[in-house]
Nanobody, 121 residues
Framework: VQLQASGGGLVQAGTSLRLSCAAS????????MGWFRQAPGKEREFVAV????????YYEDSVKGRFTISRDNAKNTVYLQMNSLKPEDTAVYHC???????????????WGQGTLVTVSS
C-alpha cells in the first residue's frame, strides 16, 4: 500500500484543516487506518484510528471533541478533520495502515510521507 497525505498548511489557532490520505495498491478496506503526528524534537504520537468499515474510531485525549477521523473506502481515502486547532497541534501528520486495531506506531505497516501542520497563536 502506498499512502499519500495532503492538506497541511499554516493556519491560525481556532481554525480548521482537513487532512486527506489517499491509498493505492492493495485493498484499502482491508486495513485499519491511523493518523499519527510528530512535533519537532518529539517522538511520533498517536492521534486517531478507524476500523476497516469505519464503524469505530478512537482518539488521543488531547484531540477528542476537536478532531474527527473518517474514511471513504470507495475512494481509498482516509480523512482527519481538525477543528479548533491549537499551537500545540503543530506537527508533521502521518497516515498509516495496519492489519489490526492499535495506537502504537509499531502496529502499523505502511506509512505516508507526512504533511506539515503549523498552527500560529
Amino acid at each position: 500500500v502506498q499512502l499519500q497525505a495532503s492538506g497541511g498548511g499554516l493556519v491560525q489557532a481556532g481554525t480548521s484543516l482537513r487532512l486527506s490520505c489517499a491509498a493505492s495498491g492493495r485493498i484499502f478496506s482491508s486495513y485499519v487506518m491511523g493518523w499519527f503526528r510528530q512535533a519537532p524534537g518529539k517522538e511520533r504520537e498517536f492521534v486517531a484510528v478507524i476500523r476497516r468499515s469505519g464503524g469505530s474510531t478512537y482518539y488521543e485525549d488531547s484531540v477528542k471533541g476537536r478532531f474527527t477521523i473518517s474514511r471513504d473506502n470507495a475512494k481509498n481515502t482516509v480523512y482527519l478533520q481538525m477543528n479548533s486547532l491549537k499551537p500545540e497541534d503543530t506537527a508533521v501528520y502521518h497516515c498509516a495502515a495496519g492489519p489490526s486495531w492499535g495506537v502504537r506506531p509499531s502496529e502499523y505497516i505502511y506509512w505516508g510521507q507526512g504533511t506539515l501542520v503549523t498552527v500560529s497563536s
